[in-house]
C-alpha cells in the first residue's frame, strides 16, 4: 500500500493542503514519530465538509442556521477517524512479530470494535474474536486488536472485514490455521428498514487446519463462545 498517495481532487477547482493541522491534534506527535510508525491521514476534511454541506441542502435543511454551521466540519473531523483505516497498512502491525515455537491455539476474544456499513453509511460494531495456531511467528496480542481497529476504519460489509483479518493473518505470520468470529449489531437494521433491534450478525472465515480438521475447528469454536452459553 502506497505511505503517500497523491490528492485525487485537483478536479474540483479547489487547492487542498495534504493536512490541515489545527483539526489534527496529533501531527506533531506523528512528525515525531519515527517514519515507520508514521501514517498519513489523508481523509479530505475541506471535501467532506463541502459534501455535508450540500447534504444539508438536499434534506431541506437550512446548513447557515445556528446548530448547523459547525457541523460540516465537525463531520469532515469525524470521518477523518472514522475513515483513516484507508490510509493505513493492517499489515506494519503484524510485522512485529517474535520467534516462539509455540503450536497450540492463541486466542484473543471480544476484540471490540466500531465500523461503517459501506451500503448505508452507518455504523455496525460488535466484537471480533481471532485464534490462530503459529508456526513459528507470534505477535504480541494488542497488535491483533490493532489489526481489527485499522480494518474497521473503512467503508465495510462484515463478511470482507471477517475474511480480510484471516488472511493477513496467513500472510504475514504463515500460521498453521486462523479462525476469525465477527458478532455485529449493524444500525442498518436496527434503526431504519426491517428495524430490528438487538439482532446480530455473525461471520466467520476459517484457514488452514481451522478450515481442514473439523475437531481443530471445534476446539477454536469451543474457546470463543465456551463459557457463553
Ligand atoms: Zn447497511
Not at 483539526?23 to 467532506?48: F, K, L, Y
Not at 465477527?182 to 426491517?194: K, L, Y
Request: proline share 7%; glycine share 6%; aromatic share 4%.
Amino acid at each position: 500500500m502506497p505511505r503517500q498517495r497523491p490528492h485525487s481532487n485537483s478536479g474540483d477547482g479547489v487547492s487542498v493542503k495534504p493536512r490541515e493541522t489545527p483539526n489534527v491534534p496529533d501531527a506533531t506527535a506523528a512528525a515525531a514519530m519515527p517514519a515507520d510508525d508514521r501514517e498519513p491521514a489523508q481523509v479530505d476534511q475541506p471535501r467532506v465538509r463541502r459534501a455535508i454541506r450540500e447534504l444539508l441542502l438536499a434534506i431541506g435543511e437550512d446548513p447557515d442556521r445556528e446548530g448547523l454551521r459547525d457541523t460540516p466540519a465537525r463531520v469532515a473531523r469525524m470521518y477523518a477517524e472514522l475513515f483513516g483505516g484507508l490510509h493505513e497498512d493492517p499489515r506494519r502491525h503484524l510485522r512485529k512479530f517474535f520467534t516462539q515455537k509455540y503450536d497450540e491455539i492463541v486466542l484473543v476474544r471480544d476484540i471490540a470494535f466500531n465500523s461503517m456499513c459501506e451500503h448505508h453509511m452507518l455504523p455496525f460494531m460488535g466484537k471480533a474474536h481471532i485464534g490462530y495456531i503459529p508456526s513459528g511467528k507470534v505477535v504480541g496480542l494488542s497488535k491483533l486488536a490493532r489489526v481489527v481497529d485499522v480494518v474497521a476504519r473503512r467503508p465495510q460489509v462484515q463478511e470482507r472485514m471477517t475474511e480480510t483479518i484471516a488472511d493477513l493473518l496467513v500472510e504475514e505470520l504463515d500460521v498453521q490455521g486462523v479462525a476469525v468470529v465477527i458478532e455485529a449489531s449493524h444500525s442498518c437494521m436496527t434503526i431504519r428498514g426491517v428495524r430490528k433491534p438487538g439482532s446480530m450478525c455473525v461471520t466467520s472465515a476459517m484457514r488452514g487446519v481451522f478450515r481442514s480438521n473439523l475437531s481443530s475447528r471445534q476446539e477454536v469454536m469451543t474457546l470463543i463462545y465456551g463459557d457463553r452459553k
